[in-house]
């Protein structure tokens, strides 16, 4: 994936966030959050990661449980230990066989600005 513009932000496994979090670079997140996360550069998310989140970035990669809303512009990888319960918006798709999803999909249709 592409960088960000901004630093890297790291959210480690055994580290809970709850609120808002906003930055302009890249997140890899394997912790536990809650509330809303913004990305202007790429989220990843870890497989030992727990998310009660909506989700916005450019371009995503998830491998651990996610529940809420997300809305990624350009592409959004799924791997085969990801389970997703929620709304995914995306430009592009990828779904490795395990993974699992429960919401409803829209592609082709970037986050509005």
Do not use: P, W, Y
Not at 96 to 110: D, P
């Amino acid at each position: 994936m592409a960088k960000g513009s901004g630093a890297d932000t790291i959210i480690a496994k055994g580290v809970e966030m709850n609120g808002e979090l906003r930055v302009d670079g890249n997140i890899f997140i394997d912790g536990d959050v809650k509330g809303t996360v913004i990305s202007q550069g790429d989220l990843n998310i870890g497989s030992e990661a727990k998310i009660e989140a909506n989700l916005q970035a450019k371009n995503a990669i998830v491998a651990g449980v996610l529940r809420g809303t997300v809305e990624i512009s350009e592409r959004l990888e799924i791997l085969e230990t990801a389970e997703i319960t929620g709304d995914i918006t995306a430009g592009v798709l990828s779904v490795a066989g395990g993974a699992t999803i429960n919401g409803t999909i829209r592609m082709g249709v970037g986050i509005s600005e």
